[in-house]
């Protein structure tokens, strides 16, 4: 059975930094495309990064350019979400998903395997 659960969530200062992960099982994470989504309060889901498959071509939403980074462990199955330069901005539910393809996507059409979330809190 194909699962995602995230991690690495909780609380942190603005400007702080946070590393998000997403365990993968059922699957080879390596051969499909992951994608990292959140959800604000009062906001719809979006795009945040995703990761190909086979090469690995990272790809970041405007907000994410410069302050996260995404990278995949294919050893342990996990990809990751290192987030620095936190701002409050960013507190949301944060959700990895993963496609049926290896192609990256920024929408969120076409993900049809999400994990459960995981909350990331910005504040002083």
């Known amino acids: 059975q194909l699962q995602l659960v995230e991690s690495g969530g909780g609380l942190v200062q603005p400007g702080g930094s946070m590393r998000l992960s997403c365990s993968a099982s059922?699957?080879?994470?390596?051969?499909?495309?992951i994608g990292w989504f959140r959800r604000a309060p009062g906001k719809a889901r979006e795009a945040v990064s995703c990761?190909?498959?086979?090469?690995?071509?990272?790809y970041y939403a405007d907000s994410a350019k410069g302050r996260f980074t995404i990278s995949r462990d294919n050893a342990n199955n996990t990809v990751y979400l290192q987030m620095t330069n936190l701002k409050p901005e960013d507190t949301a539910v944060y959700y990895c998903?993963?496609?049926?393809?290896?192609?990256?996507?920024?929408?969120?059409?076409?993900?049809?395997?999400w994990g459960q979330g995981t909350q990331a809190t910005v504040s002083s």
């Open positions: 990761i190909s498959g086979r090469g690995g071509v990272a």
């Open positions: 059922g699957f080879n994470l390596g051969l499909r495309a």
């Open positions: 998903a993963t496609r049926s393809d290896y192609v990256c996507s920024l929408s969120t059409s076409g993900y049809n395997y």
